[in-house]
């Protein structure tokens, strides 16, 4: 039985990639989608009361002025596109949330949460009755709460922790815990816990290697799959034009010890690339989601030990 299955990771809270990437499904005629972490966005956009039926936000160090609904709403699609969510606020609501931070933290995690139940919801009318799996895993950057949301949807099953069976008898272990970064996200941790965590997952696999995938947001470290800009610690700034290998060292040697037939990651979105690492094929599609481009990888599970047809994706 020939798997047909797309994968797409980091959208962070880009609408348009979301609709995408449900979307794909018919799109590239695939039995199942994944999509490996990084779902939510970063901030809010403040779209401020300026004076009668005239509104104006500051998006990408650009100001933009609006008058009337239609031009309200058509902003507000653009930012949820950019990965942001759109608040409608008057100036005086902005002074109030500036000087209560706490406040703008809350109103965020209230936008964040509406924004992933709007997006299941869409999910699950999209994908009623089509027979596709789809596997949604948090990353790093999301906060443990929407796991509980995607949770409630009818067509989407959680990744983070689980060993999913998929169809031809494939299993795939999930988790979109990564190495630590300079950022403190909320799933990062060190790489002795890292592979406690991850052979955890994989022990409780029962498909043998050649009906195994590992779907880890973290890509394996010194590999085509995890250069990005040099980020120094401490300033949280690039160094010049230096790049490092900043992938898990516990991901390169799980792959290494269990050799599944196919790992897929994310996490950086610079190093778009598949490679093979023994008789495993690892992919990295990256990530374009600020312009709104949906980057993928549909591969083709033949029942073979060893993945022949995969293609990465742009669009």
């Known amino acids: 039985m020939k798997v047909r299955l797309f994968f797409a990771t980091d959208v962070h809270g880009s609408e348009v990639c979301w609709r995408k990437f449900i979307n794909s499904a018919k799109h590239y005629e695939v039995d199942v989608l994944i999509l490996g972490g990084d779902m939510t966005g970063k901030a809010i956009v403040p779209v401020v009361e300026n004076g ?18 239609d031009e309200i709403d058509k902003a507000e699609r653009l930012i949820r596109d950019h990965g942001y969510y759109p608040v409608r606020l008057s100036r005086e609501q902005v002074q109030e949330l500036t000087a209560e931070p706490e406040r703008l933290e809350e109103l965020f995690a209230t936008e964040r949460r509406r924004t992933v139940e709007r997006w299941v919801a869409w ?26 949301i995607l949770a409630t949807s009818k ?10 069976d998929m169809p031809g008898g494939y299993q795939l272990v999930s988790s979109g815990w990564t ?3 300079p950022w403190d996200t909320p ?11 991850i052979e955890a997952i994989v022990k409780q696999a029962s498909a043998p290697p050649e009906r195994l995938v590992l ?23 690039v160094q010049g034009q230096d790049t490092a290998h900043v992938g898990s060292t516990a991901v390169r040697q799980i792959i290494d010890e269990v050799q599944p037939l196919l790992s897929l990651h994310g996490h950086i ?23 709104g481009t949906l980057s993928g990888c549909v591969v083709e599970l033949d029942g073979k030990s060893k993945v022949k047809r995969y293609r990465l994706t742009m669009g």
């Open 52 to 69: 009668p039926d005239r509104w104006q936000y500051h998006m990408q160090d650009q100001q933009h002025d609006l008058q009337g609904d």
């Open 123 to 148: 999910a699950d009318e999209r994908l009623a009755g089509s027979g596709i799996q789809c596997i949604v895993c948090p990353g790093n950057d999301d906060q443990p709460d929407i796991d509980e």
């Open 155 to 164: 067509e989407i099953i959680v990744g983070e922790g689980n060993v999913i």
């Open 179 to 181: 190495n630590l970064t």
């Open 187 to 197: 799933r990062e941790e060190d790489e002795p816990a890292l592979h406690a965590r």
């Open 215 to 237: 779907g880890l947001h973290a890509p394996p470290f010194d590999t085509q799959l995890d250069v990005a800009p040099k980020i120094d610690w401490d300033s949280l700034t």
């Open 269 to 291: 979105h610079e190093s778009r690339a598949a490679v093979r690492i023994g008789r495993t094929l690892a992919v990295n599609p990256g990530s374009s989601y600020v312009e």
